[in-house]
C-alpha cells in the first residue's frame, strides 16, 4: 500500500464513521425531540380562559390530564434512556470499524525519504549541523561504495547514478492508532457533550413547565464544525508525520512506547462522557417522573376532595335541614292548635292531647315503613374515609424507589454518587400523611360526635313529644290541677323541645361549614406538605429527619418496654402487698373502731339532717318534668328504658327451655335500684309469646299461711282461693301462661313463722311448672339472707344478675333523660359554680362527672339517678347547672344504735316497711315502732311515702356498709 492509497482509505473511512456518527446523534437528539414534542401537545389543554377558577373540578380535571400526558411521555423516555441508546450503538460500531479499517492497514509501510529531507530547517545553524551530521553519516558508507563501483560501471557502460537516501519504514496502523483516531474520538466527545449540554438545557427548561415552543438544536452546526473537516484539518500533519515516520527524526519506536495508552484514553473518555450523561438524563428523567407523580397525587387529592365535598354538603342539606325543617313545623302546628284554658275543659284539652299522639305515633310507623333519612346522614364520617382511602391508595402509584440529586445542575452533568434513593410513600407517610391523618383522626371523632348529637336529637324529637304529650294527659288525670297548669306545662316542654330545635339548627351550620372548613384545611396543609418535596433539598433533609426519626423511635421504644416492664412489676409487687398485708389496716381500723378512736360522732347533728332534707328538699324544687324523669319507680314509658339485650336474651333462653318440657323457673336478682323491676315490665311488654302473660308487682307484705292464699288470689285473680282444696283445683285448671312476679323480698318476715307464705309459694313454683313458667325478681340482699335461710336458688333452674351495667350504659340512661327534658346541661367547675361554655371543657367535666358517679355507684341507675338529682344545683331558663361530683361523708351512720341498725337492716332487704311490720318484726309495740320510725325519718333518713318508710337513697351506700362491718348481711 502506497502512501496516497492510505490517505485515500482513511479519508473514505472518516466519511464513513461521519455518516454513522451524524445518523446515531440525530437518533439520540430525536429521542428527547419527540419527547418535547409530545409534552407540547399535552401542554395545549392546560391553558385556562381568562378568570377560570383554577381550582374548580374542570380546571382541576385538565390539570391531571395533562399531568398524566406527562407521565406516559416521561414513562416511554425513560424506558428508551433506560434500554440501548443511539450513542451505545455508536461506540459499538465505532469499535467495530476500528478493528475492520487495522486489519486492511499494514503494521509498517516502506517509503523513500523525498528530496531535500535533511534540508528541512537548515535556517537553524544547530539543528543545521545535526542535519547535516546525520545525511554525512547515512550517504557517507553509501559514497565511499558507488567510488569502489564507479570504475567498472564506466567500463560497462551505464550511467554513474547520484547516491541516495535508503528506504524508511511508515508505522501506518500506529499513526491512526495513535495520532488520527484518537483526535476524532476526542472531536466526537466534544461533540456529544456539546449536544448533551443542548439537549439538557432544554429539558432543563421544560422541567419548570416554562417551555412553550419546540426547542431548535444546533448541534448539526457543531458538527460540521468539528468533524466535517476533521480529516482534511489533520491530513498536513498527518503527512508530515507519514514522512518523518521511521527516520532517525522520529523516534517512532519511543513514541509507541510513550503513546500506548492514548487511544484506550480515548475510547474511555467517550464512553465515561456518554455514561456519564446516561446517568444525568437518569437522574433527569427521575425527577421529572416523580414530579409528575407528585402533581398527579395532588390534583387527585384535590378532586376527590372537591367531589367529599359535593356529597358532604349534598347529605346535609338533603337529609338533615329537610328534617329540622319538619320538626318545626310540627311544633309550631301543635303549639297553634292548643285549645284555649279559658274556653276548653280538661276533658277537651285530654281529647287534644291524646289525638295529637295517636297523630304522631302513625306518622312515626308511616316514617319507619319508609326509612328513615338519618341513615343517609351517619354516613357522613364514612365520607371523610373515602377520602382517605383514595389518599392511601394513591399513594400506592408512586415507584417503590425514586433518585434525587441535591441543587443537581443537568447541564453539567450528574454523578452516580450524587444520586440518593429513596421511597416516596414512605417520605410522606413519615413527613406529610402522619400529621394529616392525626388531625383528621381528631377531626373526624369531633365531626363523629357532633353528628351524633345531631342525630340523635332528631331521633329523640319523637320521644321527647311522645313523652311530653303523655306527662301532659297523665296531668289532666292528677286531682286539683287547673287547664292552664297543664297547658303552660305542656308548652313550655315545646319551647324547650323548639329551643332544642334551633340549637341543632345551629349544630347544622357548624358542620356544614366549620367542621368542613377545617377539613378542607388540613387537606390543603397536606397537600402544600406534599409540594415541599417538589424542591430535592428539601426532599433531603426529610430524609436525614426520617433517619433521625427511626432511631429515636427505636430508642423510644426500647424506653417503653423497659419502663413497662418496670410498671409490670410495680403492680405485682403492690398486688401481693395488698393481698397479704391488707388484713393490718382493717385491723388497724377495727380496733379504732372498738376504742371509740374514730371522729365519728354517736349522735345525729342537726346539721347532718338539715343537710339530707335539704337535698330533698332541693331534688322536690326541681320542675316537675324533671321530678317524673328521674322518679325512683319502674321505667313504664318505652322510651325511657335502657335497652338490655343480653338480659332479655337470657330470659327468652328459659323460656325457650320451658317450652321443651324443661323445668326453667328463673330468679332475677339485682342491688336496689339496679333496673328490676324495669326489665321485668318491658319484657312482659314487648314480649311476642302466643301464652297469656300475667304480671304482678308484690307491693303489701305477705309472710302468713292466710297472706299465701290471698296473693295466689290476687296474682290470678281469684277470689276463692282460701285452703290448700281450692288451690289444688285452681291449678288442676290452669293453662299454659307466662307468669312474673316482682318483689319476692316481701314475701317473709324476719321471724319465727315468718317464712310461711315464701315456703309455699316456692312450693307453687316448683310443682306448676308444665303449666306455668315463673319469672321472679328478688333483691340482691334479701337473695343472700333467703339461700341460708330457705335454700332459695334450689327452687330456680336459672338465675339471672342484673348487676351488670357499664358505666357508659348509666351515663346514656342519665343524659337520655335529660336530653327527653329538653333542658340544656353546664357542668360546673366548682362549688363557686364557675363555668366555661368551650366544648372541650364542657366534655372534660362530664367525663370526670360519670367517672366519680360510676367509683362510687356502680351499676346501680337508681342511686345514680338519685345522685344525679343531688348534684342538679339550679335550673332556670338557660339550662340546668351541675355541681362537681363529690362522695358524700355519712360516717355518723358508723355508730347507730343497734335498734335503728335494725331498722335499717329491714328496710334494706324489704326496699320498704310499714309501722306494723317494724313492729312485728321487732316484737315492739306499735307506739314505739311508730315513735322509732319517726325519729329516723325526721332526721332524713327515712323517707314516708303512701304509708311505706323508704331509705332516703343518698344513703343506700353507706347503709350497706353499716350492715356488712356489722355482720347482719353479706
Known amino acids: 500500500m502506497t502512501s496516497n492509497s492510505l490517505l485515500q482509505a482513511l479519508e473514505d473511512h472518516f466519511v464513513s464513521l461521519n455518516r454513522m456518527v451524524l445518523k446515531s446523534l440525530e437518533d439520540s437528539v430525536n429521542i428527547h425531540r419527540e419527547a418535547i414534542k409530545r409534552y407540547l401537545a399535552a401542554s395545549k389543554d392546560l391553558s385556562h380562559p381568562q378568570g377560570e377558577d383554577q381550582n374548580g373540578e374542570e380546571a382541576i380535571r385538565r390539570i391531571l390530564a395533562f399531568h398524566k400526558a406527562n407521565l406516559e411521555v416521561c414513562n416511554s423516555m425513560f424506558t428508551e434512556i433506560s434500554a440501548d441508546t443511539p450513542l451505545t450503538g455508536m461506540l459499538s460500531i465505532l469499535r467495530q470499524e476500528h478493528e475492520k479499517l487495522l486489519e486492511k492497514i499494514p503494521v509498517k509501510m516502506p517509503l523513500e525519504y523525498p528530496q531535500g529531507y535533511f534540508a528541512l530547517n537548515r535556517n537553524d545553524p544547530f539543528l543545521s549541523k545535526i542535519m547535516r551530521t546525520t545525511e554525512w553519516t547515512l550517504l557517507a558508507p553509501r559514497q565511499a561504495l558507488s567510488s569502489l563501483l564507479n570504475p567498472i560501471r564506466k567500463l560497462m557502460g551505464k550511467k554513474i547514478p547520484e547516491p541516495v537516501l535508503p528506504v524508511h519504514q511508515v508505522h501506518a496502523r500506529h499513526l491512526y492508532r495513535q495520532f488520527l483516531l484518537p483526535h476524532y474520538l476526542n472531536r466526537l466527545t466534544e461533540l456529544i457533550q456539546e449536544t448533551r449540554k443542548e439537549i439538557s438545557a432544554s429539558l432543563t427548561v421544560l422541567l419548570e413547565n416554562e417551555l412553550k415552543e419546540h426547542p431548535k438544536f444546533h448541534w448539526k452546526k457543531q458538527y460540521d464544525i468539528l468533524l466535517g473537516s476533521f480529516f482534511q484539518e489533520k491530513l498536513e500533519e498527518f503527512g508530515k508525520l507519514i514522512n518523518h515516520s521511521g527516520s532517525p527524526l522520529s523516534f517512532t519506536s519511543w513514541r509507541i512506547w510513550y503513546k500506548r495508552e492514548i487511544l484506550k484514553n480515548a475510547f474511555s473518555q467517550m464512553v465515561y462522557i456518554e455514561r456519564s450523561w446516561r446517568i444525568t438524563y437518569y437522574a433527569f428523567y427521575e425527577d421529572w417522573r416523580f414530579r409528575e407523580h407528585l402533581f398527579t397525587f395532588i390534583q387527585e387529592v384535590r378532586l376527590i376532595m372537591l367531589e367529599v365535598s359535593s356529597i358532604f354538603s349534598g347529605r346535609i342539606r338533603t337529609t338533615l335541614y329537610p328534617e329540622l325543617e319538619k320538626q318545626k313545623a310540627f311544633i309550631t302546628r301543635i303549639l297553634?292548635?292548643?285549645?284555649?284554658?279559658?274556653?276548653?275543659?280538661?276533658?277537651?284539652?285530654?281529647?287534644?292531647?291524646?289525638?295529637?299522639?295517636?297523630?304522631?305515633?302513625?306518622?312515626?310507623?308511616?316514617?319507619?315503613?319508609?326509612?328513615?333519612?338519618?341513615?343517609?346522614?351517619?354516613?357522613?364520617?364514612?365520607?371523610?374515609?373515602?377520602?382517605?382511602?383514595?389518599?392511601?391508595?394513591?399513594?400506592?402509584?408512586?415507584?417503590?424507589?425514586?433518585?434525587?440529586?441535591?441543587?443537581?445542575?443537568?447541564?453539567?452533568?450528574?454523578?452516580?454518587?450524587?444520586?440518593?434513593?429513596?421511597?416516596?410513600?414512605?417520605?410522606?407517610?413519615?413527613?406529610?400523611?402522619?400529621?394529616?391523618?392525626?388531625?383528621?383522626?381528631?377531626?373526624?371523632?369531633?365531626?363523629?360526635?357532633?353528628?351524633?348529637?345531631?342525630?340523635?336529637?332528631?331521633?329523640?324529637?319523637?320521644?321527647?313529644?311522645?313523652?311530653?304529650?303523655?306527662?301532659?294527659?297523665?296531668?289532666?288525670?292528677?286531682?286539683?290541677?287547673?287547664?292552664?297548669?297543664?297547658?303552660m306545662i305542656f308548652r313550655e316542654g315545646l319551647k324547650r323541645l323548639e329551643g332544642i330545635s334551633d340549637r341543632s339548627k345551629t349544630m347544622l351550620g357548624d358542620l356544614d361549614q366549620k367542621k368542613w372548613?377545617?377539613?378542607?384545611?388540613?387537606?390543603?396543609?397536606?397537600?402544600?406538605?406534599?409540594?415541599?418535596?417538589?424542591?430535592?433539598?428539601?426532599?433531603?433533609?426529610?430524609?436525614?429527619?426520617?433517619?433521625?426519626?427511626?432511631?429515636?423511635?427505636?430508642?423510644?421504644?426500647?424506653?417503653?418496654?423497659?419502663?413497662?416492664?418496670?410498671?409490670?412489676?410495680?403492680?405485682?409487687?403492690?398486688?401481693?402487698?395488698?393481698?397479704?398485708?391488707?388484713?393490718?389496716?382493717?385491723?388497724?381500723?377495727?380496733?379504732?373502731?372498738?376504742?371509740?378512736?374514730?371522729?365519728?360522732?354517736?349522735?345525729?347533728?342537726?346539721?347532718?339532717?338539715?343537710?339530707?332534707?335539704?337535698i330533698r328538699k332541693r331534688i322536690n324544687e326541681l320542675p316537675v318534668i324533671y321530678q317524673h324523669l328521674f322518679e325512683q319507680a319502674p321505667v313504664k314509658e318505652m322510651n325511657l328504658f335502657l335497652s338490655r339485650k343480653n338480659d332479655t336474651e337470657k330470659l327468652d333462653q328459659a323460656l325457650a327451655d320451658w317450652e321443651k318440657g324443661n323445668f326453667a323457673a328463673t330468679l332475677v336478682t339485682g342491688e336496689a335500684g339496679s333496673g328490676c323491676s324495669s326489665l321485668l315490665l318491658h319484657y312482659a311488654r314487648t314480649l311476642k309469646s302466643?301464652?297469656?302473660?300475667?304480671?304482678?308487682?308484690?307491693?303489701?307484705?305477705?309472710?302468713?299461711?292466710?297472706?299465701?292464699?290471698?296473693?295466689?288470689?290476687?296474682?290470678?285473680?281469684?277470689?276463692?282461693?282460701?285452703?290448700?282444696?281450692?288451690?289444688?283445683?285452681?291449678?288442676?285448671?290452669?293453662?299454659?301462661?307466662?307468669?312474673?312476679?316482682?318483689?319476692?323480698?316481701?314475701?317473709?318476715?324476719?321471724?319465727?313463722?315468718?317464712?310461711?307464705?315464701?315456703?309455699?309459694?316456692?312450693?307453687?313454683?316448683?310443682?306448676?311448672?308444665?303449666?306455668?313458667?315463673?319469672?321472679?325478681?328478688?333483691?340482691?340482699?334479701?337473695?343472700?339472707?333467703?339461700?341460708?335461710?330457705?335454700?332459695?336458688?334450689?327452687?330456680?333452674?336459672?338465675?339471672?344478675?342484673?348487676?351488670?351495667?357499664?358505666?357508659?350504659?348509666?351515663?346514656?340512661?342519665?343524659?337520655?333523660?335529660?336530653?327527653?327534658s329538653g333542658y340544656n346541661i353546664w357542668f360546673l367547675n366548682s362549688t363557686e359554680a364557675s363555668e366555661d361554655d368551650s366544648d372541650a371543657s364542657q366534655e372534660e367535666l362530664e367525663e370526670a362527672f360519670f367517672a366519680d358517679l360510676e367509683r362510687f355507684a356502680g351499676s346501680n341507675i337508681g342511686l345514680s339517678l338519685i345522685y344525679w338529682l343531688q348534684s342538679v344545683q339550679s335550673v332556670g331558663e338557660e339550662g340546668i347547672k351541675v355541681d362537681k361530683f363529690s362522695v358524700p361523708d355519712f360516717e355518723f351512720l358508723d355508730n347507730l344504735p343497734a335498734r335503728k341498725a335494725f331498722v335499717l337492716l329491714l328496710v334494706v332487704i324489704h326496699r320498704k316497711i310499714t309501722e306494723k311490720y317494724h313492729a312485728l318484726a321487732s316484737n315492739c309495740s306499735l307506739e314505739e315502732s311508730s315513735g322509732l320510725l319517726s325519729l329516723l325519718k325526721e332526721d332524713s333518713i327515712l323517707v314516708q311515702k303512701d304509708g311505706y318508710f323508704f331509705l332516703n337513697g343518698i344513703l343506700y351506700r353507706h347503709a350497706v356498709k353499716l350492715l356488712r362491718d356489722r355482720n347482719l348481711i353479706h
Not at 551 to 580: D, E, I, P, W
Not at 582 to 601: A, F, N, P, V
Open 336 to 487: 297553634d292548635g292548643l285549645p284555649d284554658p279559658d274556653k276548653a275543659s280538661m276533658e277537651e284539652l285530654k281529647s287534644y292531647l291524646v289525638k295529637e299522639l295517636y297523630r304522631m305515633n302513625k306518622e312515626k310507623k308511616l316514617q319507619l315503613q319508609e326509612g328513615t333519612v338519618f341513615e343517609a346522614a351517619e354516613d357522613i364520617p364514612g365520607i371523610l374515609q373515602k377520602l382517605e382511602n383514595v389518599i392511601l391508595e394513591k399513594l400506592q402509584d408512586f415507584p417503590q424507589k425514586v433518585g434525587v440529586v441535591h441543587s443537581p445542575d443537568y447541564q453539567k452533568g450528574i454523578r452516580q454518587s450524587e444520586i440518593r434513593y429513596f421511597s416516596p410513600s414512605e417520605f410522606l407517610e413519615f413527613n406529610s400523611l402522619a400529621e394529616f391523618l392525626q388531625v383528621q383522626n381528631k377531626l373526624k371523632v369531633d365531626l363523629g360526635k357532633l353528628l351524633e348529637k345531631i342525630v340523635r336529637e332528631f331521633r329523640e324529637f319523637d320521644q321527647i313529644v311522645d313523652f311530653y304529650l303523655d306527662s301532659a294527659i297523665a296531668l289532666t288525670q292528677k286531682p286539683g290541677i287547673q287547664e292552664d297548669e297543664v297547658i
Open 690 to 820: 302466643q301464652y297469656p302473660i300475667l304480671s304482678f308487682q308484690v307491693d303489701k307484705f305477705y309472710f302468713s299461711t292466710d297472706d299465701f292464699y290471698t296473693l295466689i288470689g290476687e296474682i290470678f285473680n281469684q277470689i276463692d282461693i282460701t285452703d290448700e282444696g281450692s288451690l289444688a283445683h285452681f291449678v288442676s285448671t290452669l293453662s299454659e301462661k307466662i307468669v312474673i312476679i316482682d318483689g319476692l323480698e316481701r314475701l317473709f318476715m324476719r321471724k319465727v313463722n315468718g317464712f310461711e307464705c315464701l315456703r309455699k309459694f316456692l312450693s307453687l313454683v316448683v310443682n306448676t311448672n308444665e303449666s306455668i313458667f315463673w319469672i321472679c325478681s328478688v333483691s340482691k340482699i334479701a337473695y343472700h339472707y333467703l339461700n341460708r335461710t330457705v335454700a332459695l336458688s334450689e327452687h330456680f333452674d336459672y338465675i339471672l344478675d342484673i348487676d351488670n351495667l357499664k358505666g357508659s350504659d348509666i351515663r346514656e340512661i342519665i343524659m337520655k333523660r335529660n336530653r327527653l
Open 517 to 614: 372548613s377545617e377539613i378542607s384545611a388540613n387537606t390543603e396543609a397536606f397537600i402544600n406538605s406534599v409540594s415541599k418535596l417538589d424542591d430535592n433539598d428539601n426532599i433531603l433533609k426529610i430524609y436525614t429527619q426520617l433517619l433521625r426519626s427511626r432511631a429515636l423511635a427505636s430508642s423510644a421504644q426500647n424506653r417503653k418496654r423497659l419502663a413497662s416492664g418496670m410498671k409490670t412489676t410495680a403492680s405485682r409487687l403492690s398486688r401481693y402487698s395488698s393481698q397479704h398485708f391488707g388484713w393490718l389496716r382493717t385491723s388497724y381500723e377495727d380496733i379504732r373502731k372498738l376504742l371509740k378512736l374514730t371522729s365519728s360522732s354517736a349522735t345525729i347533728t342537726s346539721e347532718i339532717s338539715n343537710y339530707l332534707a335539704g
